[in-house]
C-alpha cells in the first residue's frame, strides 16, 4: 500500500525558514519523480516542486524558484523541501506524492507564514 507521511511544518514569520520531510513506502521509491504540492485555503492543489528518480534534475514552479530546494535520499526512501525566503502567499498545506504513480495522497504537513 503506498503511503506518504509527511512532516516539518509549522508558523513561521515571513522570510523565515522550513525543512519538510517526506516518507514514503510501498513503492519502487527510487524509480519515480517525486514532487511536492502545496493547496492554500479555497484553492487547487499546485505543483510547487519535482527531483528525478537519480536525483539529477529538479523543476520549480516559477513562485518558489530561487527560494525552496527539492532534495531525496533514495537509501530512505525521503524527499525533503528546503523553503526560505517564506511569504505569506506560501501558507498551505504541503503534500508529497510519486507524480506519476496513481493513489491516495497523505495527510500533508501545515505550513502557515504570517507575522
Known amino acids: 500500500q503506498v503511503q506518504y507521511v509527511e512532516s516539518g511544518g509549522g508558523l513561521v514569520q515571513p522570510g523565515g525558514s522550513l525543512r519538510l520531510s517526506c516518507a514514503a513506502s510501498?513503492?519502487?521509491?527510487?524509480?519515480?519523480?517525486m514532487g511536492w504540492y502545496r493547496q492554500a485555503p479555497g484553492q487547487v492543489r499546485e505543483l510547487v516542486a519535482t527531483?528525478?528518480?537519480?536525483?539529477?534534475?529538479?523543476n520549480y514552479a516559477d513562485s518558489v524558484k530561487g527560494r525552496f530546494t527539492i532534495s531525496r535520499d533514495n537509501a530512505k526512501n525521503t524527499v525533503y523541501l528546503e523553503m526560505n525566503s517564506l511569504k505569506p502567499e506560501d501558507t498551505g498545506v504541503y503534500y508529497c506524492?510519486?507524480?506519476?504513480?496513481?493513489?491516495?495522497w497523505g495527510q500533508g504537513t501545515q505550513v502557515t507564514v504570517s507575522s
Open positions: 506524492k510519486a507524480t506519476n504513480l496513481p493513489g491516495s
Open positions: 510501498g513503492f519502487s521509491f527510487s524509480r519515480y519523480i
Open positions: 527531483m528525478t528518480a537519480s536525483a539529477a534534475v529538479a
